[in-house]
Structure formats: structure tokens, C-alpha cells
Nanobody, 120 residues
């Protein structure tokens, strides 16, 4: 059974930094894209950043230049380095991992979510 364990959230002042981690385990299937989403109160979940296996990256416009996504394929872990945090970055952050089961298709899994609060 696939498990995604997130860590690294917390309370930080505006302008501060946090690093989120998400470790995937429980399957020997190949992992395709790994990414991060977030959901603020009373808002829809939105894509923050994603990284396919080819190493390319995609960022939401609101975080470009401030957030950096990276992954350690050997450890099945994805990271999100968040710098120059703003109050509007406050949200629950979820990691998302896309597993490839071959002929059975692909399936997305979600982490449990980690709270990031940016406030003075």
C-alpha cells in the first residue's frame, strides 16, 4: 500500500523560508511526476509545482522565483524549498505522486497534508 509522508510545515514570518519533504513508499512501481498542491481556507486546491521524470519543472505564476521543487529518485522523495514566503502562501500543502502500473495504468496518491502558516 502506497504511503506518502510529508514533513516540514510550520509557522514562519513573512520573508522566511521553509522546506517541505514528501517520502513515498509501499510500491515498486515506477514513479512518474511528483508535485505539490496547496489549499487555502475556502479556496480550491491548486497546483504549486510539479516535476516529471525528465527533470523539467512547472510552477504556478504566484510562486515562480520563490519556490523550488526537486526530487531524489533513489529515495522516492520530493522536496519544495519555499523562500520569501508571503501571507498569501498560507495553506495546507499536499504532495502528489503519480505511479505507473504499466498495463494497469497510472494512479495518483496524495500525502496527508502539512500546514504552512505565514504570519508576523
Amino acid at each position: 500500500q502506497v504511503q506518502l509522508v510529508e514533513s516540514g510545515g510550520g509557522l514562519v514570518q513573512p520573508g522566511g523560508s521553509l522546506r517541505l519533504s514528501c517520502a513515498a513508499s509501499g510500491s515498486t512501481a515506477s514513479i512518474n511526476a511528483m508535485g505539490w498542491y496547496r489549499q487555502a481556507p475556502e479556496k480550491q486546491r491548486e497546483l504549486v509545482a510539479t516535476m516529471p521524470t525528465d527533470g523539467s519543472t512547472y510552477y504556478a505564476d504566484s510562486v515562480k522565483g520563490r519556490f523550488t521543487i526537486s526530487r531524489d529518485n533513489a529515495a522516492n522523495t520530493v522536496y519544495l524549498q519555499m523562500n520569501n514566503l508571503k501571507p498569501e502562501d498560507t495553506a495546507v500543502y499536499y504532495c502528489n505522486v503519480d505511479y505507473d502500473y504499466g498495463l494497469e495504468g497510472e494512479f495518483d496518491y496524495w500525502g496527508q497534508g502539512t500546514q504552512v502558516t505565514v504570519s508576523s
